[in-house]
């Protein structure tokens, strides 16, 4: 696989199905049994995947496309003042980054952080990083994101309970990782706000441009739906709610109110009459901003499920289970060892996602023999995730998106963004594994 993908320089889509389709022959799965080990892995995968990648994509269109991620990130410097401007961008990148991808976010909100750093003065590294590592954070600790949703679904975790855990390693890390390291490296290294996309012209304003509160309320909604799900779970496994209670017609709406494709789709049906039927906008407009949103996201999903294929297969042949008995061996711990093979992973080819889903797909054996509670397999989840974001090189396109959007060479770039990526990824597994900790003793 690495081969193909670093030497060859072929796609990761049909690298994946290729290396599955010789793993699967090497291993010794009998010939009539191999392509549906594929599919049923691919399939597998697409199933918890699609629907969140496929309608998180359009809501985050339609609140770009609305002006929503301008009167966010105003409103945001208005309240914490110009002196926190890279913390108002940086907050305002963490909620824009719920539902939109790293590099949809990135360029969403490039012309707002350039005209606030040509604004305020200062390196461009002051405001860029909070802004770069807020949306880095997001994309690979929280779901609907594909990374913490398809490991989610490898290791049978609750996404909700991923959600949570996500959100309490991503706030903290993205302060301790980021802003605090963007202080640093803004003193040290002065960067001028590049001319391509800093112009002195202010952006254009959009037009009738959505309300703050309307902007944050599209944002938080699916958050509540989610945990609606999960509270009610909670409740009713705590022996709060009697065992009577989850054959009631009302707590089996409210919980399919809150199963996260559910919720994401009401919060779409929301973000088009807030952000756009109210505002007046035409509903083929809308049609087609919502249609332009799928395309840029296909080969996340195909490329997550071919990763699910290679981890279907792989977990047909035993060789997860090899694997997991080397470790054990070892005496690395599985919430170790999942960080460690998807670091290898994420070093050697670049792409986060896949990193993820192998790994979690190679250790998923032995985590469904674990016996973990809901948070403990959140926890795992994200200390995996965590593995799949250090050290991003010249093999990763956000690599490369950084460093062309912010003028930097490549040796910048390797100080700057390459130290963030991994002190992200070991700061988030350091408080994955105490939340994991704490999580066993109840």
Not at 65 to 76: D, H, R
Not at 123 to 139: C, D, E, K, R, T
Not at 270 to 292: C, P, S, V, W
Not at 319 to 335: F, H
């Amino acid at each position: 696989m690495l081969l193909l993908i670093i030497k060859l320089k072929l796609h990761a889509f049909p690298a994946l199905i290729l290396v599955s389709l010789v793993t699967a022959l090497a291993t010794g799965i009998p010939v009539d049994q191999i392509i549906p080990a594929m599919t049923s892995g691919f399939g597998g995968t697409l199933a918890s995947v699609a629907l969140l990648v496929g309608l998180g994509a359009m809501l985050g269109a339609l609140i770009q496309y609305s002006g929503g991620a301008q009167v966010l990130a105003m409103k945001l410097i208005e309240v914490f003042g110009e002196k926190r401007a890279p913390l108002a961008l940086g907050v305002a990148s963490l909620l824009f980054g719920f539902p939109i991808f790293f590099d949809a976010g990135l360029v969403v909100m490039l012309p707002i952080m350039f005209s606030v750093a040509r604004w305020l003065g200062g390196s461009m590294l002051l405001y860029g990083i909070p802004v770069a590592g807020a949306f880095s954070v997001m994309h690979v600790f929280v779901p609907p994101h594909p990374g913490p949703v398809s490991a989610a679904a490898f290791f049978n975790a609750n996404v909700g309970s991923t959600l949570l855990v996500g959100l309490i390693v991503a706030i903290p890390t993205w302060f301790l990782a980021v802003y605090f390291f963007s202080k640093v490296v803004g003193k040290k290294i002065h960067l001028d706000v590049p001319l391509i996309m800093g112009q002195e012209e202010a952006p254009e304003e959009p037009h009738d441009p959505p309300k703050f509160g309307t902007v944050l309320f599209v944002l938080i909604l699916p958050m509540v739906l989610i945990f609606l799900n999960t509270g009610l779970n909670t409740l009713l496994t705590s022996g709060v709610l009697s065992e009577e209670t989850e054959s009631a017609l009302w707590y089996q709406l409210l919980r399919l109110i809150g199963e996260t494709p559910v919720a994401l789709l009401i919060t779409t049906f929301f973000a088009m009459y807030l952000l756009g039927i109210k505002r007046h906008d035409h509903l083929l407009g809308l049609q087609h901003t919502m249609e332009r949103a799928l395309p840029a996201v296909c080969s996340v999903i195909l490329i997550t499920g071919a990763g699910g294929m290679f981890g279907g297969v792989l977990r047909t042949s035993g060789i997860g289970e090899a694997l997991t008995d080397v470790l054990a061996d070892i005496g690395l711990p599985l919430i170790f060892s999942g960080f460690l093979i998807a670091s290898i992973l994420r070093v050697a080819q670049g792409s986060a996602t896949v990193a993820l889903t192998t790994a979690a797909g190679l250790i998923a054996p032995a985590v469904s023999q674990a016996d973990y509670n809901n948070i403990q397999l959140a926890a795992l989840v994200i200390a995996v995730a965590a593995g799949s974001v250090i050290l991003s090189h010249f093999n990763d396109s956000g690599f490369w998106l950084v460093s062309r959007f912010f003028n930097m060479d490549e040796k910048t770039t390797l100080k700057t963004w390459t130290v963030m990526e991994t002190l992200i990824a070991l700061v988030g597994f350091v408080i994955a594994v105490g939340v994991f900790a704490l999580a066993s003793l109840g």
